[in-house]
Structure formats: structure tokens, C-alpha cells
């Protein structure tokens, strides 16, 4: 029987369903189309982004800000909690929260170096 | 292709036979593993659409002469339906890196071993 042959080539026909006119790159493939990991994704380029182009972060004018904290400062007497500070904060802990939704959505994402995985806790 | 790929009625000039042409080249024919496993691909594959009677593929003479019908690859089938599905199916698909293009032939031509046409 046709079966019983024991090296099985690969047929010379080409797969059925013609492929997209379009070769779309490996790395766009599937779920990198969900428009839900599409906004995670250009949120976190654009958090990114802003982290690390040395800009004032938190850009709001004297009167659209919300009152500040009570000030913290080292031993040095230097305050630590700056609005430059909490504003970094602010992002790379939106930053960490997003890479923890893609991730839930594509276990195959691969984080970027420096993000920690949240602590479990209640 | 594929935009049409979905008959729902019979053609009317369909024929027991389908005639496969851009499948093969001159030089596969001339290799004698190589044409067995064109043979096999096109018995593996064709037998899907209907019930396949018999795949002709004319080889070049021994003396190098190529006979009318080289280049070619004949199906025939049971029936109309099956030949139909089957052009339907192949053509315009790649074998070997080639887009085939299938067509109807005549039965009468095909029996009388007449390729040339």
C-alpha cells in the first residue's frame, strides 16, 4: 500500500491556499494584529520614548497640577520626591503594568531587559 | 486566483480529461527518479478532486526528439465532476515553483494519444 513507503518527500505541489500577495515579516504576524496588544504596544514605545529623551516630564502648567505631596527628602536634606521624580515613577510603573498585560495576552513577548515581573501580593 | 474558487455549477464544456501545462520542464522528463516523483506528486495530489483513472506525462524520445505534448500532464477522470473540481483546484497553483495552468481536453484526442493539441 502506498502507506508502507518509508521516506515521505515533500510534494512538489504548493500549499492550497494561495499566500498573501503580501509577505508580511515574521514578527507581524498573528496576534501582534489585536488592536488591544497594537495600543499596549505604542503605549509602551511612547512611554519609552519619553523616558529616555531627557524632556520634563510632567509638563503641566502652575495651575493644571494637582497639589503636591508632603516633600521627603535624604539625609542630605535633599528632596527626593521631585515632580521630575514622581512623574518618572508615575510612567515606568504604567511602563511595567502594560508589559504585564502584553504578556498575559502573549506569553510569547519577550520583556525587555530591566522589567520585573509584579510581586504577588494582595 | 483563488477569487473563484467556489463553482456551484457544472461547466459546460468540462471533460473527463484535464490538461496541466507549465507543470514540468523539458529536463525533468529526461531524469528518470525525477520524473517518477512527478508522477507520484501528481497521483498523490490529483486523486483528491474525483476519482483519477490515469495521469499521462509525455517524456521526450530516447534519441532526444521531443514527441508533440511535452511539457504536459494529463489527468483523466471517472467523470466531468471530477475533472472539474480538480481544474478548479490546480490551476493556478505552483508545482515545483511553476504556476500551472489547467485546461479541458479532448477525450477524443486524448484517447487516440493525440497531446499536441
Redesign the interface.
Known sequence: A?GTKTKR?K????D???KPVIQLPDFMGGIEFDPEIQALNSRLLEISRMLQSGLPLDDRPEGARSPSPEPIYDNMGIRINTREYRARERLQKERQEIISQIIKKNPAFKPPADYRPPKLQK | PGAERVPTTIDESATKVLCLTKAVTTDQLLDDEEYEEILEDMRDECCKFGTLVNVVIPRPNPGGELPPGIGKVFLEYSDNAGCFAAKNALHGRKFGGNVVTAVYYSEEKYHSMDYGV
Open positions: 502506498a518527500r510534494s512538489r505541489w504548493a492550497d491556499d494561495p
